[in-house]
T-cell receptor
Framework: GESVGLHLPTLSVQEGDNSIINCAYS??????FIWYKQESGKGPQFIID?????DKRQGQRVTVLLNKTVKHLSLQIAATQPGDSAVYFC?????????FGAGTTVTVRA | GAGVSQTPSNKVTEKGKYVELRCDPI?????LYWYRQSLGQGPEFLIY????????DSGLPNDRFFAVRPEGSVSTLKIQRTERGDSAVYLC???????????FGPGTRLLVL
């Protein structure tokens, strides 16, 4: 079946630097992708989404890039802040069901 | 506005007992989903409701698990004869329609002793 995975389980970044979190997916039929942020003891929080007819989408301090050729998704966070420390999940879907990877833990160093 | 709410936030029960977990979706959202998240893992799909009906329950692990959404709003996930392996965080999400962004609640942390 399909699977969504992140390249690195942990990422340490200096406060103020830009962060890049990567994700590989295996289901070429997936046409919708979402990034979630999950803080300890809380539910996943929607960050940004992108559909397969787009390559790039920007939000507030975040950018998602989609490369369908190599089935790769990335989340870029500009000027990383201490409040960005969390686990980040990418999820894929081709209908209504989301499939999640294991997540990347981002730690922001002061 | 109010997000997805779930009660209780924590539930401790004994092996073999019955539990009910409640989800209040965002008002106006027609689609509701249940996921289960084990420690260190991403959420795994359990069941999807469109309105009052369970459109896809393929993720429910066995017949001890059942969910309802009788009026198309609040949903209850029911687990019979709980087992220690059922211990996890149970997450509820809702979306305006199927295929729209899903917004999650805070989860119910279930511990089966």
């Amino acid at each position: 079946g399909e699977s969504v995975g992140l390249h690195l389980p942990t990422l340490s970044v200096q406060e103020g630097d830009n962060s890049i979190i990567n994700c590989a997916y295996s289901n070429s039929a997936s046409d919708y992708f979402i990034w979630y942020k999950q803080e300890s003891g809380k539910g996943p929080q929607f960050i940004i989404d992108i559909r397969s007819n787009m390559d790039k989408r920007q939000g507030q301090r975040v950018t998602v890039l989609l490369n369908k050729t190599v089935k790769h998704l990335s989340l870029q966070i500009a000027a990383t802040q201490p409040g960005d420390s969390a686990v980040y999940f990418c999820a894929e879907s081709n209908d209504y069901k989301l499939s999640f990877g294991a997540g990347t833990t981002v730690t922001v160093r002061a | 506005g109010a997000g997805v709410s779930q009660t209780p936030s924590n539930k401790v029960t004994e092996k073999g007992k019955y539990v009910e977990l409640r989800c209040d979706p965002i008002s106006g959202h027609t689609a509701l989903y249940w996921y289960r998240q084990s420690l260190g893992q991403g959420p795994e799909f359990l069941i999807y409701f469109q309105g009052t009906g369970a459109a896809d329950d393929s993720g429910l692990p066995n017949d001890r698990f059942f969910a309802v959404r009788p009026e198309g709003s609040v949903s209850t996930l029911k687990i019979q004869r709980t087992e220690r392996g059922d211990s996890a965080v149970y997450l509820c999400a809702s979306s305006l329609v199927a295929g729209a962004p899903q917004y999650f609640g805070p989860g119910t942390r279930l511990l089966v002793l």
